[in-house]
């Protein structure tokens, strides 16, 4: 397998979006100073468990992808499906290791918490690679697994999560519900149904409502919902239609939500890291397909 072969199968260009999930953890879970070497060591373990699970997601759907996605890496003969298998389960198996270290030798009091939440978040990654086609339940299953990125890195540094991080989660989890409904309909190229669509609106309507938004995180909303209207022309707007186009802007605005809610909860410096993953995740994009 070369280089551009385990680029594709991880969709690195979307890797951007875990890093701020990481970011929107630590600080909703009310971490003051977590520390660089913490930091880099969750991003690590949470880089991992995605690009594993991005490497599960091919290998399970090797069959639909032979009928469906011909050119993917598996069908195409670039690479096996036993060797896929195995690099997925090392890459999360080699995540949880990190979190070991991180909550025995870097955080804290942390012990086994971290690597506990990781543990749940492989289950549920396997979960919805094993089980999500045709599974009408699979979109809140892909927005647990981004839940669980706020509590994994959340457990790294406090033993009792506040309830600011279930919020921001759940607030996350509706995002990743109306994101991976229109996922699902990326191969016919058209959205067979609208109304999920509007999990997308929940960020929008309760942030306002329930964050405390000062004058630089109403400049974020205002960004983001723009930025998310954008994307939802390519489902909506009959001359525009383009779902896959669609989903890759909707998985960039992943860094906005978490950048919003990081701002909201005080932390403008990581805000700002947040918002610089959004043109990072773009730039990416261009190069390797973030779907």
């Known amino acids: 397998m ?24 630590l600080v909703l879970s009310g971490a003051v100073d977590a520390g660089a070497a913490l930091i880099a060591l969750l991003l690590a373990a949470l880089t991992l468990f995605y690009t ?31 060797a896929v298998f195995s690099w997925g389960f090392g890459m999360m198996g080699g995540g949880l290791l990190l979190l070991l270290a991180a909550g025995y030798a870097i955080a804290d009091g942390a012990g086994w918490r971290p690597a506990a939440a990781g543990l749940a978040l492989a289950g549920a990654i396997v979960l919805y690679n094993a089980w999500h086609k045709a599974n009408p339940i699979s979109p809140f299953i892909m927005g647990l697994c981004r839940m669980l990125v706020y509590v994994t890195a ?44 509007l999990f997308l609106a929940v960020p929008f309507v309760y942030a306002p409502a329930v964050l405390g938004l000062d004058w630089a995180s109403m400049a974020i909303y205002a960004g983001f919902a723009a930025w998310v209207l954008y994307a939802l022309s390519f489902l ?28 909201a909860s005080g932390d403008q410096t990581l805000a700002w890291l947040a918002i610089a993953g959004f043109p990072l995740t773009l730039f990416l994009q261009r190069w390797v397909s973030g779907t």
């Open 154 to 197: 959340g457990y790294a540094v406090a033993r009792e999560l506040p309830m600011g991080l279930f919020l921001g989660a759940g607030i996350l989890l509706c995002y990743l519900i109306g994101l991976t409904f229109a996922a699902k309909q990326e191969n016919l190229n058209r959205i067979t149904n609208l109304w999920p669509l």
């Open 236 to 263: 909506v707007v009959p001359s525009r239609i383009k779902v896959p186009r669609a989903v890759v802007s909707l998985l960039a605005g992943i860094c906005l939500l978490d950048a919003l809610l990081i701002s």
């Open 52 to 82: 594993g699970g991005m490497f599960l997601n091919d290998a399970f759907d090797r069959v639909i992808d032979a009928r469906e996605r011909p050119g993917r890496p598996i069908p195409s003969g670039r690479v096996s499906a036993a």
């Open 2 to 25: 070369n280089w551009r072969t385990a680029l594709e199968l991880g969709r690195v260009s979307n890797l951007p979006t875990v890093w701020t999930n990481v970011l929107a953890g």
